[in-house]
Each structure stands twice: as structure tokens, then as C-alpha cells.
């Protein structure tokens, strides 16, 4: 259930309906936009007298919510959430990227991209060290080793870290090196995972599961805010089609889709989403077109190389275009980079 207060609402009146909805042992979010101050009580509506809601001071309106998901819809909370990651803000005005090789294989490997993307405004560097392989015989990732060796890269350039856990027994490891806690495709629906993650206080970039609906997608996010972590970040990285002349079918549909039923930002990697670098700046640019908050692109310093998703990396050099190419785009539809 919704509770819109009226736009000059004292602290008091807020305090008031906060309690009563306490009482009931139902929970409560406050969400205090510029405008006017929203809140949320989640649990059994049977339990609160609506009425005697409507009636306390202060109060404009009470609606029952009638998605499935509560706290991450925009009915909720009406303005857009910024992630503030150590000063690098999600879903704000300015556009955020998100780079580095798909895992993390040696020293060399992820400190010289990680320079090399800092150079061209990225603020954030991915790199797994954890990897959700389709073959038990593919390289799997450096674990513990290629957590320590980001956090390295992060100490020498000063960018945040986003890295994938994949289990819940890894959350607090992960948590100790990672700024941003990514959530993969194949975990979406990982319910324990998503609770796991739901109780620490970093932010978490959850992938979309390759046939996972919006609904599904956004019930995801509902399960880590429902324990208590608000900062969720939707990443869509294609879905499966009957299209086989890409890995993924980059739904580049869910974008506009999210903004209109979630306040929560929405990042778009095209580098999964296509399987093909060729295809990766094209649709980083309609990525912004359509109003992502930002990109995440896989970068490798020689993709024939790479123990893991070398098709779809891009040489230092073209990402480099990327981020220049993206530049026009941005400033058409109004964000700063
Ligand atoms: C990745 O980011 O390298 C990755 C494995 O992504 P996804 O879960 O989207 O496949
Ligand atoms: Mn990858």
C-alpha cells in the first residue's frame, strides 16, 4: 500500500502514519522525494484501516499497489534512483561505463586495461573472478586471486569495481573487495542469492536471465530490495530468441519499459547482448538513444587471447571510438558523459 503525503506534510504527520502503520507489524519505507514524501507499507493490507489512514493529517491519498513488485515500482517511488557508488552516481544525468575484460586472468591483463579504460572517462572497471561457465573444462575464474588483483587495479586508478558473485557462501569475500556486486544472467532466479545479497549494504548489478520477462526481471529486483538493499542496478544483456545470427537478442524494448513501471536505473551490455564486437558500438549508441543509464562493455587488451568471451571484446582502440562515438548520442537526448 501506497501513502501519498500532501506536498507541505510536517515531519510530525509523517511520523504519525509511520506508526500506525507500524502497529500493525507491517513494514515501512519512507521515500522522501523533492516534491512530497511517499510511504510504502508492505505486508497484509488487511491489516491497516484504510480509512483512518486517509483521515490523519497531512495524508493526500492511500492506494494499494497493484503490481506484484512494490519497492522497486515507480508508483513508489515516483522519481528516478541514483546509485552513488564512492561518488560515481547511477541513474543521474551523467552516463556511466562500465569496462574491463570479461575475467580476470593475470596482473598484466587487468591492470593495463584498466588504465587503459580510466583514459577514456570509464569510471568503473568489470572483470570476473568468479565465472558462470557452460563447460565445466572452461577456464573458471581466479577466485580470491582476481578479486585481490581489482582491487590492485582499483588502488592504482582510482576506478570502483564491479564483480560477479555467483554463490551465496561468497557474498561477504566478494563484498570485502567489489564496490558493485553483480548478480549473473544465470543467477536472476537464485532466490537465496538474491536475499543474500539483499542483506549487505552495496549496490547490486542485476542481470537479466536470458528468457526472464520484465515482470520476472523486475520481481528479482523486488527480492534483494525486499531484504532491506534498495540499490539495485537492472542490467539488460540480451535475451533467447529464435535469432541465431547473434549470441542474444539485445531487448533494447525493456529499456523505455523499465523507466516507465521502475525508478530504478537501467544499464545495457551490448557486449552479451550481441556476442559480437562489430555489433557492440551500433548498439551502445541505440542503447543510450533509448535512455540507458549507462553502458557495460567488455574490453580485452588481445581478445584472440582471453580465456572467456573474446568474440565479443573490444581492442582497446575501438573502445576508444566507442566512447567517443557515444558522445554525440548522449548529448542528443540530453546526458552528460
Ligand atoms: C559477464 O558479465 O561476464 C557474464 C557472465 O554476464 P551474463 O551473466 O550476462 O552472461
Ligand atoms: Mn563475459
Redesign the pocket.
Known amino acids: 500500500m501506497i501513502i501519498v503525503m500532501k506536498p507541505r506534510a510536517t515531519e510530525k504527520s509523517i511520523e504519525r502514519v509511520v506508526k500506525k502503520i507500524e502497529k500493525t507489524g507491517m513494514r515501512v519505507h519512507v521515500s522522501k522525494g523533492t516534491e512530497r514524501t511517499i510511504i510504502g507499507a508492505i505486508g497484509d493490507e488487511r491489516l491497516l484501516q484504510q480509512q483512518q489512514l486517509r483521515s490523519t493529517e497531512g495524508v493526500e491519498k492511500v492506494m494499494s499497489v497493484l503490481k506484484p513488485y512494490r519497492l522497486a515500482s515507480r508508483e513508489f517511488h515516483p522519481e528516478n534512483t541514483i546509485i552513488d557508488v564512492g561518488g560515481v552516481k547511477i541513474g543521474g544525468k551523467k552516463l556511466v561505463v562500465m569496462a574491463g575484460p570479461?575475467?580476470v586472468e593475470n596482473r598484466k591483463q587487468i591492470i593495463t586495461t584498466a588504465k587503459l579504460v580510466k583514459k577514456t572517462g570509464v569510471e568503473i572497471l568489470?572483470g570476473?573472478a568468479f565465472?558462470?561457465r557452460t563447460s565445466p573444462y572452461d577456464f573458471q575464474g581466479l577466485g580470491e586471486d582476481g578479486l585481490k588483483l581489482l582491487a590492485e587495479a582499483r588502488k592504482l586508478t582510482g576506478l570502483k569495481i564491479v564483480t560477479?558473485v555467483m554463490e551465496t557462501e561468497d557474498v561477504a569475500l566478494v563484498a570485502r573487495y567489489a564496490d558493485i556486486l553483480?548478480?549473473?544472467?544465470?543467477?536472476?532466479q537464485n532466490f537465496k542469492l538474491l536475499k543474500a545479497v539483499g542483506k549487505i549494504d552495496k549496490p547490486i548489478l542485476l542481470?537479466?536471465g536470458?528468457s526472464a520477462t520484465l515482470k520476472e526481471f523486475l520481481m528479482s529486483a523486488e527480492y534483494i530490495m525486499s531484504e532491506g538493499n534498495h540499490k539495485v542496478i537492472l542490467?539488460e544483456?540480451?535475451i533467447r530468441t529464435f535469432v541465431e545470427y547473434t549470441r542474444n537478442t539485445l531487448d533494447l524494448n525493456i529499456v523505455p519499459a523499465i523507466k516507465k513501471l521502475s525508478h530504478l536505473p537501467v544499464i545495457v551490455?551490448p557486449?552479451?547482448g550481441t556476442g559480437e564486437y562489430e555489433f557492440v558500438i551500433p548498439m551502445s549508441k541505440a542503447a543510450i538513444a533509448c535512455g540507458a543509464d549507462g553502458l557495460?562493455i567488455?574490453v580485452h587488451p588481445n581478445p584472440e587471447e582471453a580465456a572467456?568471451?573474446g568474440d565479443q571484446s573490444l581492442i582497446p582502440k575501438r573502445f576508444e571510438n566507442l566512447m567517443r562515438e557515444i558522445k554525440p548520442i548522449a548529448k542528443a537526448v540530453k546526458r552528460d558523459m
Open positions: 570479461c575475467s568489470r570476473g565465472k558462470p560477479e553483480q548478480i549473473g544472467a544465470r543467477n536472476m542481470k537479466r536470458m542490467c544483456r540480451g551490455d557486449s552479451h557495460m567488455e572467456s568471451d
